[in-house]
């Protein structure tokens, strides 16, 4: 069975990193890549970019080109999604889900990290 | 890029077929046959419910079918249910090599 599990819940202060991670299960984690969702309080979904965890080549959304890093280390099955220097503005559930390359859609997803950003 | 355009919200009674639209431009939707449609309840996951124009995965309901036409595809759910009340959202390949999200329809089932 193809499982996302995601790490729990964080409450950070503004200008702290954080590094959240997806780890797969039930699948070869390298042959598939894996993407990352926001969904802002309230709000839609929006694509934040991918990453194959294979070769480690990354694309991101030009809205998260330069906010945030993607990341993976296959062998222990986990991608990462990492802020070096929280905004308010970041307060959001995010979401790991694997991909399928052909048309980039997301057929597993994790659970969710809620990450909330308060002074 | 900007997010793919659907309706905020769209009803109807148990039983009924109804449609969301999403449209986009030939740079995403009129220009590949993939586009998605997902399936949010409260506080859940999304789900994958159609997956390039018009795929079903194993274990959703024929009673979910998607197409296109040009710039703008189409959900439509027919023999409306009580759990089918949801957000549903589209999401199309981009000439980015990314991937863009329409805003989301909040379907109301009466």
């Known amino acids: 069975e193809v499982q996302l599990v995601q790490s729990g819940a964080e409450v950070k202060k503004p200008g702290e990193s954080l590094k959240i991670s997806c780890k797969g299960s039930g699948y070869s984690f390298t042959s598939y890549w894996i993407g990352w969702v926001r969904q802002m309080p309230g709000k839609g979904l929006e694509w934040m970019g991918i990453?194959?965890?294979?070769?480690?080549?990354?694309r991101y959304s030009p809205s998260f080109q330069g906010q945030v890093t993607i990341s993976a280390d296959k062998s222990i099955s986990t991608a990462y999604l990492q802020w070096s220097s929280l905004k308010a503005s970041d307060t959001a559930m995010y979401y790991c889900?694997?991909?399928?390359?052909?048309?980039?859609?997301?057929?597993?997803w994790g659970q969710g990290t809620l990450v909330t950003v308060s002074s | 890029q900007s997010a793919l355009t659907q309706p905020a919200s769209v009803s109807g009674s148990p039983g009924q077929s109804i449609t969301i639209s999403c449209t986009g431009t030939?740079?995403?939707?009129?220009?590949?046959?993939?586009v998605s449609w997902y399936q949010q309840h409260p506080g859940k996951a999304p789900k994958l419910m159609i997956y390039?124009?018009?795929n079903r995965p194993s274990g959703v309901p024929d009673r979910f079918s998607g197409s296109k036409s040009g710039n703008t595809a189409s959900l439509t759910i027919s023999g409306l249910q009580a759990e089918d009340e949801a957000d549903y959202y589209c999401s199309s390949y981009t000439s980015s090599s990314t991937v863009v999200f329409g805003g989301g329809t909040k379907l109301t089932v009466l």
């Open positions: 390039e124009v018009s």
């Open positions: 990453i194959y965890p294979g070769d480690s080549d990354t």
């Open positions: 030939s740079s995403d939707v009129g220009g590949y046959n993939y």
């Open positions: 889900a694997r991909v399928i390359a052909a048309g980039y859609y997301f057929d597993y």
